[in-house]
């Protein structure tokens, strides 16, 4: 696609239930990240997927917190028993690992509220 | 580990003003250092990215230097407008690895 693209824009959940959120990466580009962003705070790193390679789940809070990658693209970042400090907005990122820039490009974000 | 520190939090200038921000990271082992900007309630917009052998990256009004031993970055923005107005924020990548941001540096313009 043109851009990474996050699904759902924007989802209210209640305090327990589990929640799965969508990246569409641009078309191929092997690297993924997950990042979110509580209100009024910086980017707080979740996970980095990079091609085939194990992904780096230094970031994800608790265990809780899960994401996978199916077929090298879209992933999906699961949050099991929604707790009230897991609302923020939870942004994809996708670059290239080809020779030259790898510029980040950044998703609109998923605002997750858990009420 | 990565710390990077953007300094001023915030910053409000008069239209036309030319300005400065600042970026500082603390292992100068980087691959590259981007610059995004992030308007409120929406996602990060890619502005300019300067790879480790790089001094500076120029688009419009923008131009970044990056100075890699001293662990440091600016983002120039010239005759600043309103529409400036967002927050800024710079990460470093080393190798295949994470981005890793500052807090940023909310940005306004003053008309």
């Known amino acids: 696609g043109a851009g990474v693209s996050q699904s759902p824009s924007n989802k209210v959940t209640e305090k327990g239930k589990d929640v799965e959120l969508r990246c569409d990466p641009i078309s191929g580009h092997t690297a993924l990240y997950w990042y979110r962003q509580s209100l009024g705070q910086g980017l707080e790193f979740l996970i980095y997927f990079q091609g085939n390679s194990a992904p780096d789940k230094s970031g994800l809070p608790s265990d809780r917190f899960s994401a996978e990658r199916t077929g090298g693209s879209v992933s999906t970042l699961t949050i099991q028993r929604t707790q009230q400090e897991d609302s923020a907005v939870y942004l994809c990122a996708s670059s290239s690992t080809q020779t030259g820039t790898r510029s980040a490009f950044f998703g609109q974000g998923t605002r997750l509220t858990v009420v | 580990k990565q710390e990077v520190t953007q300094i001023p939090a915030a910053l409000s200038v008069p239209e036309g003003e030319n300005l400065v921000l600042n970026c500082s990271f603390t292992?100068?082992?980087?691959?590259?250092l981007q610059w995004f900007r992030q308007d409120p309630g929406k996602g990060l917009t890619s502005l300019l990215l300067i790879q480790s052998s790089q001094r500076e990256q120029t688009s419009g009004r923008l131009n970044a230097s990056l100075d890699k031993s001293s662990g440091r970055s600016t983002l120039y923005i010239a005759a600043s407008q309103p529409g400036d107005s967002a927050t800024y924020l710079c990460a470093v990548r080393k190798g295949a690895q994470k981005l890793v941001f500052g807090q940023g540096t909310r940005l306004t313009i003053n008309p």
């Open positions: 292992d100068s082992a980087i691959y590259n």
